[in-house]
């Protein structure tokens, strides 16, 4: 597709539930960036991968978070246990360029996490 | 540490009028500078960007933004305003020498009326 794709759209998980949410990125782009969108608040950066390294996992809130892009293009962030905290819009985007370039990053429509 | 502010939580202007949504951001050496827009139950999309050059940018739309180094601002503009310019503005920022995201701010939510 010519954009970034998410799925699911929606996810409903009971607590303590593992959940796997998967991005794909836009043909050829090197830069994939996994964001987590609270309501009412701007996304807040979670992970950084060039290709297939990840090279910034300096958001990911807890150990439960872990996010994997194994062959440099389809990635999936996956939560463990989940808590009712977790509840938010995970949005990925990816650009052209790597992380020192200005390329801009371009983003999917989000999964929206609920944990009842 | 980078970060940005937007002091508005929303900004309302009649159509036809020109806008003002505000920026200003924090980062140690020269900036990337971004923003975006978000419609309702969309992702984000890209609007415009400075890099370097020109402090005038244009983009999408319409909507241009001045970089003012001197300031620390980034504020997004347009001449005459449409309401379907009306959605979720974020301003977001990057510091080139090495930090990999993007750090937002909290947004403006820009209402336009007939």
């Known amino acids: 597709g010519a954009g970034v794709s998410q799925s699911p759209r929606y996810k409903v998980a009971k607590r303590g539930q593992d959940v796997a949410l998967r991005c794909d990125p836009i043909s050829g782009h090197v830069s994939l960036f996994w964001y987590q969108q609270a309501l009412g608040q701007g996304p807040e950066f979670l992970t950084y991968?060039?290709?297939?390294?990840?090279?910034?996992k300096s958001g990911l809130p807890s150990d439960r978070f872990f996010a994997e892009r194994p062959e440099g293009s389809v990635s999936t962030l996956k939560i463990q246990r989940t808590q009712q905290e977790d509840s938010a819009v995970y949005l990925c985007?990816?650009?052209?360029?790597?992380?020192?370039?200005?390329?801009?990053?371009?983003f999917g429509q989000g999964t929206r996490l609920t944990v009842v | 540490a980078q970060s940005v502010a937007q002091p508005e939580d929303q900004v309302n202007v009649a159509e036809g009028n020109p806008l003002t949504v505000k920026c200003t951001y924090s980062v140690s050496g020269n900036p990337y500078l971004f923003w975006y827009v978000q419609y309702p139950n969309r992702g984000l999309q890209f609007l415009l960007k400075y890099i370097t050059g020109d402090n005038l940018v244009k983009g999408s739309y319409g909507f241009e933004a001045e970089f003012n180094k001197s300031q620390t601002s980034f504020h997004l503009k347009k001449p005459s305003a449409l309401v379907s310019d009306s959605a979720l503005y974020f301003c977001a920022v990057r510091d080139p020498r090495g930090a990999s995201k993007l750090t937002f701010g909290t947004g403006t939510r820009l209402q336009v009326t007939l």
């Open positions: 985007a990816s650009s052209l360029g790597n992380r020192l370039t200005g390329t801009e990053a371009f």
């Open positions: 991968f060039q290709n297939e390294a990840q090279l910034d």
